[in-house]
């Protein structure tokens, strides 16, 4: 059968000793990229791309790969110990991972989420295996339409992150999605909320705010005590999730895969959605008892699952239509034309081996992560005890050289001390900034997608309901407003009734 | 008129600003029609609705009983705030080493327990291991000494 | 006394002989700064260039990638910096003629702040249609827009891009209605292109002809003035029916104004041969480059005068503007 005989080529590809040897070093490089905030696999894939000059193209795009998943675990790892989301997909991990380190259950937290990543990769790597140019075709049938719709659903399934007061939800998303508008508008070239600054004019990073709002407000939030002994739990509950917490994670696990594998092959953000929509599918649909904010282990499993299948399915359109979903896959474009190899449709039928090598390599690159982080655990939970009042320092320092490292500019560094200022303010207003990420990053590709659809629609707006996918993406939203709006609504009655 | 929510009252009033804010500098640029949407479009719409929800968050505060605002601890806020724009403004005329000093020295001093010899070795490990990592790992262009 | 003479003695001694032998260039690292993000076109060249050079002058060359406002951030930093040649620009199109056109304020000036070192690479845009669209040439595309204005919609990276201004010069000089639908790079513009979208695009060669070969796009025409050898059979747009439609994108290095003549001459001998280098060589020539037949640093110097003014009339024209 076809293929058997396609994944056996790759996995003679993929196993040969030199190859095996540059994606474990890929993917160790990633984990360490991933752990250091700012730094992410985008730069370290530039600044690697002349080393792979001298490799064959096979091992050069295998050691790269590996780079960009590892990533995705090391970003894991720190959003789950102190709060810094490595990667925007990590953010949602932070809300219930942190949480769980806070309670001294780091060990099963990391744990669950290298677990459900390995599981989520090799089911992913099935999917590219299986469906690899169907899907890529659906993938292409999503036009600005869809993604504006599929925007709408998302900043829906945000407000459902929030577990505070709703309405204070809501106005957290459409903060982010208006602090997400500063910078140049793509569709008119005018700089917005720059004020004439030059670092201002291609927006606010995310990982400035990242670093600001989750981690350096956490830090000022943890000072308030004069004894710090209690941050962390001294003692730690243990260094593995328990066969009971791996079996009620069985359907997070499930879910996350499924829906990360749909997303992430939607070029631009479908990877990002992937974690965010997982956490809030799961919020919704996990068995009570529910502990979602506070540390429950599937608002882990989820997320994790969701973000490495979309991370592997964001490789299809890059490896069937030659398109890049996000910069690193442009990054991988660059490697394959230093290395000659025009990416597009026939990369598929004329260098099989780069094709399913790279396939076959990926689950080899999972399952050496899970290898790798498992035992890493224990020491990671060392790092926890170290007493705060040292570990504190040397996360400011992490954060303050991460953010500088992102445009080489002191300017966001400031930025981000101005975002620590306005996390701590929110914490102290009971504000939820989890909220407000996602509407930073889906606002302005909401707007930039509604605008486009607006031009190629020459200004009729019944696109929207006439296209069906996009028709279809705004009824789930709807369903979804009134889910989300229901209880109150409920509850309102409720006290209506009892003062009657 | 008594403020029965206090937080809620200031985060209805923070968002009112941010909204009107927002709105307002909108102004600057074109709004465009509804079919031909110009950069000022969107901005002033979403400043309007949050605005309107901050004012119904206010509203709400002053009939609901709430919780009041979170106690504010200005030495951790102001220290290491000020710890971070130290390292920011020092790092390109000091070098890494030096402004990692500041910072770390000024971050130290914002918790309650300041112990000049822990703080010193963690400054020298930190120190060592960023410029290991990042400036000869990773090859960032961060100037490790002044005058690089 | 004595003492105190002998001292001034030896004092002065040291002064007179201090001044050190003059440093050969380059005697420390060298920064190059990429206004644009990692992983482009430019962004690889420029990282294989530094390598050669750092290779050549057992120096480090560091890339510092400052993207944003168009090139604009980086090309300022570089403009503000000392001459002495330790600090070099990958300048392009958009920073140095470009921009300054169609931005109201740009925060250098691209003639007197900068001094031309070396061209690395000219590369051509192609114009390519989905091939759902019934045109098999330029002249048919403008029968086709003249018979239905504003229906066709061309995508380009972003606004102000060369493949922006290709559109704008077409529509100016084959008088037709086509409408400019911008995105944030030339990934996202291609998918649209692919699925159908927007009808026709201004890409550059190396983005578009993989899916040109593979049969998704059909290629009318290349937009500089003479053919392309990496397409030799595709038409110019100019011999097509718009002569004088001559566009391409570029790139090159730069360094602050006041820098020493000898050291731009030395960068630019170290630069060309980077360029001819094998490896090099065969990736510019794959990215559809024509190599100049004469690289130095007045020559190109006197290729960006006139590409500056020549965009200053493409904008005017076109009627593009960011504020």
Same mark, same amino acid.
């Given at each position: 059968?076809?293929?058997?005989?396609?994944?056996?080529?790759?996995?003679?590809?993929?196993?040969?000793? %030199?190859?095996?040897?540059?994606?474990?070093?890929?993917?160790?490089?990633?984990?360490?990229?991933?752990?250091?905030?700012?730094?992410?696999?985008?730069?370290?894939?530039?600044?690697?791309?002349?080393?792979?000059?001298?490799?064959?193209?096979?091992?050069?795009?295998?050691?790269?790969?590996?780079?960009?998943?590892?990533?995705?675990?090391?970003?894991?790892?720190?959003?789950?110990?102190?709060?810094?989301?490595?990667?925007?997909?990590?953010?949602?991990?932070?809300?219930?991972?942190?949480?769980?380190?806070?309670?001294?259950?780091?060990?099963?937290?990391?744990?669950?989420?290298?677990?459900?990543?390995?599981?989520?990769?090799?089911?992913?790597?099935?999917?590219?295996?299986?469906?690899?140019?169907?899907?890529?075709?659906?993938?292409?049938?999503?036009?600005?339409?869809?993604?504006?719709?599929?925007?709408?659903?998302?900043?829906?399934?945000?407000?459902?992150?929030?577990?505070?007061?709703?309405?204070?939800?809501?106005?957290?998303?459409?903060?982010?999605?208006?602090?997400?508008?500063? *910078?140049?508008?793509?569709?008119?070239?005018?700089?917005?909320?720059?004020?004439?600054?030059?670092?201002?004019?291609?927006?606010?990073?995310?990982?400035?705010?990242?670093?600001?709002?989750?981690?350096?407000?956490?830090?000022?939030?943890?000072? %308030? %005590?004069?004894?710090?002994?209690?941050?962390?739990?001294?003692?730690?509950?243990?260094?593995?999730?328990?066969?009971?917490?791996?079996?009620?994670?069985?359907?997070?696990?499930?879910?996350?895969?499924?829906?990360?594998?749909?997303? *992430?092959?939607?070029?631009?953000?479908?990877?990002?959605?992937?974690?965010?929509?997982?956490?809030?599918?799961?919020?919704?649909?996990?068995?009570?008892?529910?502990?979602?904010?506070?540390?429950?282990?599937?608002?882990?499993?989820?997320?994790?699952?969701?973000?490495?299948?979309?991370?592997?399915?964001?490789?299809?359109?890059?490896?069937?239509?030659?398109?890049?979903?996000?910069?690193?896959?442009?990054?991988?474009?660059?490697?394959?034309?230093?290395?000659?190899?025009?990416?597009?449709? %026939?990369?598929?039928?004329?260098?099989?081996?780069?094709?399913?090598?790279?396939?076959?390599?990926?689950?080899?690159?999972?399952?050496?992560?899970?290898?790798?982080?498992?035992?890493?655990?224990?020491?990671?939970?060392?790092?926890?005890?170290?007493?705060?009042?040292?570990?504190?320092?040397?996360?400011?320092?992490?954060?303050?050289?991460?953010?500088?490292?992102?445009?080489?500019?002191?300017?966001?560094?400031?930025?981000?001390?101005?975002?620590?200022?306005?996390?701590?303010?929110?914490?102290?207003?009971?504000?939820?900034?989890?909220?407000?990420?996602?509407?930073?990053?889906? *606002?302005?590709?909401?707007?930039?997608?509604?605008?486009?659809?607006?031009?190629?629609?020459?200004?009729?707006?019944?696109?929207?309901?006439?296209?069906?996918?996009?028709?279809?993406?705004?009824?789930?939203?709807?369903?979804?407003?009134?889910?989300?709006?229901?209880?109150?609504?409920?509850?309102?009655?409720?006290?209506?009734?009892?003062?009657? | 008129?008594?403020?029965?929510?206090?937080?809620?009252?200031?985060?209805?009033?923070?968002?009112?600003?941010?909204?009107?804010?927002?709105?307002?500098?909108?102004?600057?640029?074109?709004?465009?029609?509804?079919?031909?949407?110009?950069?000022?479009?969107?901005?002033?719409?979403?400043?309007?609705?949050?605005?309107?929800?901050?004012?119904?968050?206010?509203?709400?505060?002053?009939?609901?009983?709430?919780?009041?605002?979170?106690?504010?601890?200005?030495?951790?806020?102001?220290?290491?705030?000020?710890?971070?724009?130290?390292?920011?403004?020092?790092?390109?005329?000091?070098?890494?080493?030096?402004?990692?000093?500041?910072?770390?020295?000024?971050?130290?001093?914002?918790?309650?327990?300041?112990?000049?010899?822990?703080?010193?070795?963690?400054?020298?490990?930190?120190?060592?291991?960023?410029?290991?990592?990042?400036?000869?790992?990773?090859?960032?262009?961060?100037?490790?000494?002044?005058?690089? | 006394?004595?003492?105190?003479?002998?001292?001034?003695?030896?004092?002065?001694?040291?002064?007179?002989?201090?001044?050190?032998?003059?440093?050969?260039?380059?005697?420390?690292?060298?920064?190059?700064?990429?206004?644009?993000?990692?992983?482009?076109?430019?962004?690889?060249?420029?990282?294989?260039?530094?390598?050669?050079?750092?290779? @050549?002058?057992?120096?480090?060359?560091?890339?510092?990638?400052?993207?944003?406002?168009?090139?604009?951030?980086?090309?300022?930093?570089?403009?503000?910096?000392?001459?002495?040649?330790?600090?070099?620009?990958?300048?392009?199109?958009?920073?140095?003629?470009?921009?300054?056109?169609?931005?109201?304020?740009?925060?250098?000036?691209?003639?007197?702040?900068?001094?031309?070192?070396?061209?690395?690479?000219?590369?051509?845009?192609?114009?390519?249609?989905?091939?759902?669209?019934?045109?098999?040439?330029?002249?048919?595309?403008?029968?086709?827009?003249?018979?239905?204005?504003?229906?066709? @919609?061309?995508?380009?990276?972003?606004?102000?891009?060369?493949?922006?201004?290709?559109?704008?010069?077409?529509?100016?000089?084959?008088?037709?209605?086509?409408?400019?639908?911008?995105?944030?790079?030339?990934?996202?513009?291609?998918?649209?292109?692919?699925?159908?979208?927007?009808?026709?695009?201004?890409?550059?060669?190396?983005?578009?002809?993989?899916?040109?070969?593979?049969?998704?796009?059909?290629?009318?025409?290349?937009?500089?003035?003479?053919?392309?050898?990496?397409?030799?059979?595709?038409?110019?747009?100019?011999?097509?029916?718009?002569?004088?439609?001559?566009?391409?994108?570029?790139?090159?290095?730069?360094?602050?104004?006041?820098?020493?003549?000898?050291?731009?001459?030395?960068?630019?001998?170290?630069?060309?041969?980077?360029?001819?280098?094998?490896?090099?060589?065969?990736?510019?020539?794959?990215?559809?480059?024509?190599?100049?037949?004469?690289?130095?640093?007045?020559?190109?110097?006197?290729?960006?005068?006139?590409?500056?003014?020549?965009?200053?009339?493409?904008?005017?024209?076109?009627?593009?503007?960011?504020?």
């Amino acid at each position: 059968m076809d293929l058997l005989n396609n994944l056996a080529l790759g996995f003679t590809v993929a196993l040969s000793f %030199q190859n095996l040897l540059w994606c474990f070093l890929g993917v160790l490089l990633g984990t360490l990229v991933g752990v250091l905030p700012g730094i992410g696999p985008v730069a370290t894939i530039a600044m690697l791309l002349p080393v792979t000059f001298t490799l064959p193209p096979v091992s050069a795009l295998i050691m790269l790969a590996g780079i960009y998943y590892g990533a995705q675990y090391g970003g894991s790892t720190t959003a789950i110990l102190v709060n810094l989301p490595g990667e925007s997909s990590s953010v949602v991990t932070a809300l219930d991972g942190y949480q769980m380190a806070r309670q001294g259950r780091a060990g099963p937290a990391l744990g669950m989420a290298a677990i459900g990543s390995f599981f989520a990769g090799t089911v992913s790597t099935l999917v590219i295996a299986l469906f690899a140019p169907p899907l890529a075709e659906v993938a292409l049938k999503f036009g600005p339409t869809e993604y504006f719709s599929l925007m709408v659903l998302g900043l829906i399934a945000a407000v459902v992150l929030a577990h505070g007061s709703l309405i204070k939800a809501i106005a957290m998303v459409i903060l982010g999605l208006l602090l997400g508008l500063v *910078g140049t508008d793509v569709n008119s070239g005018v700089a917005r909320y720059s004020f004439g600054i030059s670092e201002l004019s291609d927006g606010i990073g995310f990982v400035t705010v990242a670093m600001g709002v989750f981690g350096i407000a956490e830090i000022m939030a943890n000072l %308030q %005590q004069k004894d710090t002994r209690d941050i962390f739990v001294a003692k730690i509950d243990r260094l593995l999730p328990s066969m009971e917490d791996i079996k009620k994670c069985i359907p997070s696990v499930l879910r996350g895969t499924v829906l990360g594998s749909a997303l *992430g092959i939607l070029p631009g953000g479908g990877a990002l959605l992937a974690s965010f929509a997982a956490y809030t599918l799961e919020k919704k649909s996990a068995k009570p008892p529910r502990n979602f904010g506070k540390g429950d282990i599937r608002g882990v499993a989820a997320p994790e699952s969701a973000n490495n299948a979309g991370a592997q399915t964001s490789f299809i359109p890059l490896l069937t239509l030659g398109i890049p979903s996000n910069p690193v896959m442009a990054l991988m474009i660059g490697a394959m034309m230093i290395q000659g190899i025009a990416p597009g449709p %026939q990369v598929m039928t004329e260098r099989p081996q780069l094709f399913w090598g790279m396939i076959a390599s990926m689950w080899v690159g999972n399952l050496m992560l899970v290898i790798l982080n498992l035992p890493l655990i224990g020491m990671w939970i060392k790092l926890l005890t170290v007493p705060y009042r040292l570990l504190y320092p040397a996360i400011l320092v992490f954060c303050a050289i991460g953010v500088y490292s992102v445009n080489n500019a002191s300017f966001d560094i400031y930025m981000m001390a101005i975002f620590a200022v306005l996390g701590y303010v929110w914490v102290k207003l009971e504000c939820e900034p989890a909220p407000l990420i996602l509407g930073f990053i889906l *606002g302005p590709m909401m707007e930039e997608n509604l605008r486009r659809a607006m031009l190629l629609s020459r200004g009729d707006p019944s696109v929207f309901f006439t296209k069906p996918i996009s028709a279809v993406l705004l009824g789930i939203s709807l369903v979804l407003l009134l889910i989300v709006l229901s209880p109150s609504i409920k509850k309102k009655r409720e006290e209506a009734f009892q003062e009657a | 008129m008594k403020i029965r929510a206090p937080k809620d009252f200031w985060a209805g009033l923070m968002f009112i600003a941010f909204g009107v804010g927002f709105a307002w500098v909108a102004q600057n640029y074109q709004m465009g029609t509804s079919v031909r949407m110009g950069p000022a479009y969107f901005p002033t719409m979403l400043g309007g609705i949050l605005a309107v929800i901050g004012l119904w968050i206010l509203i709400q505060s002053l009939i609901v009983a709430g919780g009041p605002v979170g106690k504010f601890y200005f030495r951790p806020l102001i220290l290491i705030v000020l710890a971070t724009v130290l390292f920011g403004v020092l790092l390109k005329p000091l070098g890494l080493v030096l402004s990692l000093a500041v910072l770390v020295g000024v971050g130290a001093f914002g918790g309650f327990e300041f112990r000049w010899k822990e703080v010193t070795i963690l400054y020298v490990v930190l120190a060592i291991f960023s410029v290991l990592v990042f400036v000869k790992g990773l090859g960032l262009p961060i100037p490790v000494w002044p005058g690089e | 006394m004595q003492r105190l003479l002998s001292l001034v003695v030896a004092a002065a001694a040291v002064a007179l002989a201090a001044p050190a032998p003059a440093q050969t260039y380059p005697s420390k690292p060298i920064r190059f700064v990429v206004p644009f993000p990692p992983g482009g076109p430019l962004d690889i060249t420029g990282r294989a260039i530094a390598q050669k050079l750092a290779e @050549s002058w057992g120096q480090p060359v560091v890339v510092d990638n400052r993207p944003g406002a168009g090139g604009g951030i980086g090309a300022e930093l570089v403009a503000k910096s000392p001459g002495d040649g330790y600090t070099l620009l990958m300048g392009a199109v958009s920073t140095h003629a470009i921009n300054p056109s169609l931005y109201a304020k740009v925060p250098y000036d691209p003639q007197k702040d900068f001094v031309p070192v070396a061209l690395v690479a000219q590369v051509p845009n192609i114009l390519v249609v989905n091939p759902s669209l019934p045109v098999h040439s330029v002249k048919e595309l403008i029968d086709y827009a003249r018979a239905k204005p504003g229906a066709l @919609s061309f995508g380009s990276g972003s606004t102000g891009s060369t493949g922006h201004l290709a559109g704008e010069l077409f529509k100016t000089m084959a008088g037709v209605d086509m409408v400019h639908i911008p995105y944030k790079g030339g990934a996202p513009a291609m998918q649209d292109l692919l699925a159908g979208q927007t009808q026709l695009m201004f890409d550059n060669l190396a983005n578009a002809l993989p899916q040109v070969k593979a049969g998704k796009l059909r290629a009318l025409a290349v937009t500089t003035s003479k053919r392309s050898p990496a397409v030799p059979d595709l038409p110019t747009v100019a011999e097509s029916g718009l002569p004088g439609f001559d566009l391409t994108t570029w790139f090159g290095v730069f360094v602050p104004a006041g820098t020493p003549p000898e050291t731009v001459a030395k960068l630019n001998a170290e630069i060309v041969k980077a360029l001819a280098s094998k490896d090099l060589a065969e990736r510019l020539a794959a990215m559809g480059t024509v190599p100049p037949e004469r690289n130095t640093p007045e020559s190109f110097a006197a290729f960006v005068r006139a590409e500056a003014a020549k965009y200053a009339q493409v904008v005017k024209s076109s009627g593009a503007r960011v504020d």
